[in-house]
């Protein structure tokens, strides 16, 4: 039995996640840490369900809505003063919790990631220009891939799991940069 390639991508994922994860323990960075763990979750159900155990489907269903309203406000609160992320993280979570439509979301999630990336400028280029490709890699994702239908065949769902594989790990890498001190 081979497996499907959403099912290999997705396992992909969850272990671009758990070095995410292994990064924000390093440097103690909690709040970050459980929005990347709260994804590998994800990722890991997402590899079970595409998989064929359909018993996760409705758990990951849940689960992937969830992460894609938390992750990015836990990372722009932990990357930001508490001043400037907290009232992105209050709507994003308000966000969630009303159900509030796709578009103001996306506007939500928007705002989280320009808060990651100017905190990123903080620790120079060697933190901004990943943080800058891993938001551009998950912008492109979300809105360049999508997650329905074929591309020559191949579900277009794999091709938003390694792009999403990709910019989380260029993110988490500019993250873990900007926290390094700098050396002259």
């Known amino acids: 039995m081979t497996l ?10 969850a272990l671009a996640f758990a070095w995410a994860v ?4 390093q440097r103690k960075d909690v709040v970050c840490g459980v929005g990347f763990l709260l994804a590998m979750l994800t990722a890991t159900l997402g590899s079970l369900r595409f998989g064929g155990l359909a018993a996760v489907v409705p758990v990951h269903g849940f689960m992937a809505e969830l992460t894609n309203w938390v992750l990015p406000t836990l990372v722009a609160f932990s990357a930001a003063p508490p001043r400037v992320a907290l009232p992105v993280m209050s709507l994003g979570l308000l966000a969630t919790v ?3 439509p796709e578009l103001l979301r996306q506007a939500v999630n928007s705002l989280s990631l320009l808060v990651i990336l100017l905190n990123a400028s903080r ?10 490709a891993g938001i551009t890699g998950m912008a492109m994702a979300g809105f ?11 579900p277009r769902l794999f091709f938003y799991h390694l ?22």
Do not use: D, F, N
Not at 4 to 13: M, R
Not at 22 to 25: D, F, S, T, V
């Open 22 to 25: 292994r990064l924000c323990w």
């Open 98 to 100: 009303m159900g509030w």
């Open 163 to 184: 792009l999403l594989m990709l910019a989380v790990l260029c993110l988490s890498y500019g993250l873990h940069k900007q926290a390094e001190p700098v050396r002259h």
């Open 4 to 13: 499907p390639l959403t099912a290999v991508s997705a396992a992909l994922l």
């Open 144 to 154: 360049g891939i999508g997650t329905k239908g074929a591309w020559a065949g191949i």
């Open 123 to 132: 620790g120079g280029w060697l933190s901004w220009l990943p943080a800058l």
